[in-house]
């Protein structure tokens, strides 16, 4: 089954401690993002990937780190989280970030104390 | 810099009314539009696109959305609503040249009531 999976779904974090958000997708997509929901904001882009070793800042990069070792994998990393991280965050994936639709994976909620 | 704008934060209605949602879009270049749905406890879905053509595209589960260039609109439509169209309804716009960002609306939560 084609999908786009986040691990973890749940997370309750300090601020300061580093965190990863993994995400994956199994459908060969070159181009993957990452989005943080925010109620009143809707969805803001934070990162994007063309591709393997390319990324390139979305909207709100400020307090996050990408990293595009591979094709499938696209993780999200707080390097020193705070409060304002707190977030509904969704991961998401297409072909080529072109025409074709974005699939996006079912999102990591995370509280950041 | 590009900005999307859902008027309606949220809309009530009965079973079988009409339905319109808003969407602008601040960006005077070409633009590929979107329409996301999330139904509740659920990740997001394309419900349609519009990237060139006929400007009036035709979505699933009956939706359709017209775009007006000289409006700079994508508005969403459905004849007649059903209670399970209860979600959170997202316009997207992505310029079609340079950043492949995606610009998201705030979001405009409907209700049907049934």
């Known amino acids: 089954e084609a999908q786009v999976t986040q691990n973890p779904r749940y997370l309750i974090t300090v601020t300061g401690k580093k965190l990863t958000v993994t995400c994956s997708q199994n459908m060969n997509h070159e181009y993957m993002s990452w989005y943080r929901q925010d109620p009143g904001l809707g969805l803001r882009q934070i990162y994007y990937?063309?591709?393997?070793?390319?990324?390139d800042k979305g909207d709100v990069p400020e307090g996050y780190k990408v990293s595009r070792k591979e094709k499938r994998n696209f993780p999200l990393i707080l390097e020193s989280p705070s409060p304002n991280q707190t977030s509904l965050y969704f991961c998401?994936?297409?072909?080529?970030?072109?025409?074709?639709?974005?699939?996006f994976g079912p999102g990591t909620r995370l509280l950041v104390l | 810099a590009q900005s999307v704008s859902q008027h309606n934060h949220h809309v009530i209605l009965s079973e079988a009314a009409s339905l319109e949602l808003g969407c602008n879009y601040s960006y005077g270049g070409t633009v590929n539009l979107f329409w996301y749905v999330q139904y509740p406890g659920q990740h997001l879905q394309l419900l349609l696109k519009y990237f060139s053509g006929d400007p009036l595209v035709k979505g699933i589960k009956g939706f359709e959305a017209e775009f007006i260039k000289s409006k700079f609109s994508f508005n969403l439509r459905k004849p007649s609503v059903q209670w399970s169209d209860t979600a959170e309804y997202f316009c997207?716009?992505?310029?079609?040249?340079?950043?492949?960002?995606?610009?998201f609306g705030s979001g405009t939560r409907l209700q049907v009531q049934p």
């Open positions: 998401a994936s297409s072909l080529s970030g072109g025409y074709e639709t974005q699939y």
């Open positions: 990937s063309m591709n393997v070793e390319v990324t």
């Open positions: 997207a716009v992505r310029r079609d040249t340079g950043r492949r960002a995606l610009t």
